[in-house]
DNA sequence: GATAGTTTCATACAAATGTTTGAAAAGCAA
DNA sequence: TTGCTTTTCAAACATTTGTATGAAACTATC
């Protein structure tokens, strides 16, 4: 059939030129020239703008969810059955960070596209993204598992800050590397992960923290204390 | 004059209005009708559109910015001219993290306005977001002081994940309550500031690592060894 | 090769939106 | 008041945008 040919054009042309421009600055015929097709041909083949953006969104999400849950997945048959928090935390950001960063970032129209995602927030995405939960949950789950008895507050906490660093160094490596001039190294992917991990997995396993209390910091005149988990 | 009546009308009902509904979905008509006040009357005074976004938001900026400042300066004069790593976070995070989270968001506009635009990211916004490095600089200059010796790029990596953590706490702050059924609390900004800033100063204390290799993670078999400044 | 279903196309529609205009109103100094 | 500037106002402008339409072209099945 020539109207996958059509339907694929679109998608195609349209993860470019959102990648390029941002969501705010393409139009359905911007998106039409870029593919050669009909106006029309949009509405016909998704129905709407917005079933468009979230078509491609959805499929580049489910490519990343899958990512991580195999990542989790071998971590946890290696460990039999039970995964390491660092692994977990590597499978958390890792196909993230790997799919967004790097030098050879120019080639994967996809990664900037998720990075336009990740910034610009447009409704399509955002109804998407509340159903992103569901997801996360089963990272926090084998959270629990990987540290039976801690805190779940302290778990989550844990769980988001490892995304917090992920997600913001993908929104802001133009700031960072200008902030820093260079002297981050934005394409050392690898580093990037295990840096990210490494704090991560200090924040969960820092201070074992009685529920009631706010938790103090353990940082005293600018020298590190702790006590293990 | 009435003429600053007016101004001051339209800058309130525009960040009432963006602070509730997002910048996609408040037009100009929006605006006047909640200020009661002329259509024509945004372009006499502003020029445009997005001057009235920009100057809403730099207002919002010189203010947080200033409170950081303050802090810092507070904390240098502490500790006579040098201020502790742990200060400098807290100046950083801080005058952010309250005025955008706690209980009484309800009241405050200037700080849902501040969550929308580091959510939505419009274009004005983004054009003053990227003057924010050299205020950001002074930082790191004071962290440099705090921490002489230590690899510049770590410095700036340990500031770029304390802002992470901080943005992304506002930003999402939404989802980790889903995701954690509400056990993270949200509304405790206190132990919230705390919990960032203790992470950062980990993250910044680390291991001191030599500036070639990249930074190894410092974790084994989910078990955590450091070797101090 | 006729027919039914699918896809493409040029064009029109309708609504929204930021901006401009020119006159009226208000404020203010002489 | 008079004359000037500043401000307000209703209305219109000019685009841009996503979407709908109906006919034409194409495809496949019988």
Do not use: C
């Given at each position: 059939m020539a109207s996958d040919q059509t339907r694929s054009a679109i998608l195609a042309a349209a993860e470019r030129l959102y990648a390029d421009r941002g969501f705010g600055d393409v139009t359905l015929r911007d998106i039409v020239a870029?593919?050669?097709?009909?106006?029309?041909?949009?509405?016909?083949?998704?129905?709407?703008?917005?079933?468009?953006?979230?078509?491609?969104?959805?499929?580049?999400?489910?490519?990343?969810?899958?990512?991580?849950?195999?990542?989790?997945?071998?971590?946890?048959?290696?460990?039999g059955g039970r995964a390491s928090i660092e692994d977990i935390m590597r499978a958390l950001v890792g196909p993230t960070l790997r799919g967004c960063l790097g030098p050879d970032r120019?080639?994967?129209?996809?990664?900037?596209?998720?990075?336009?995602?990740?910034?610009?927030?447009?409704?399509?995405?955002r109804r998407i993204k509340?159903?992103?939960?569901?997801?996360?949950?089963?990272?926090?789950?084998?959270?629990r598992r990987a540290?039976?008895?801690?805190?779940?507050?302290?778990?989550?906490?844990?769980?988001?800050f490892a995304l917090a660093m992920a997600h913001h160094t993908i929104r802001e490596k133009e700031r960072l590397l200008r902030l820093s001039e260079g002297k981050c190294d934005l394409d050392d992917v690898r580093a990037i992960i295990d840096r990210?991990?490494?704090?991560?997995?200090?924040?969960?396993?820092?201070?074992?923290?009685?529920?009631?209390?706010?938790?103090?910091?353990?940082?005293?005149?600018g020298r590190l204390t702790r006590q293990d988990l």
């Open positions: 870029e593919a050669n097709v009909n106006l029309a041909a949009v509405n016909y083949h998704f129905g709407s703008k917005d079933e468009l953006i979230a078509e491609l969104f959805v499929t580049r999400s489910i490519q990343t969810n899958r990512e991580r849950l195999n990542e989790l997945k071998a971590a946890e048959e290696k460990g120019e080639g994967s129209t996809a990664a900037r596209f998720m990075i336009r995602a990740s910034i610009e927030s447009v409704p399509p995405i509340n159903r992103e939960v569901d997801h996360l949950r089963k990272f926090a789950a084998a959270m540290m039976p008895g801690r805190d779940d507050a302290e778990l989550y906490w844990g769980l988001h990210v991990v490494t704090v991560s997995v200090m924040a969960l396993t820092m201070n074992d923290v009685p529920s009631k209390p706010a938790l103090r910091p353990v940082v005293v005149h």
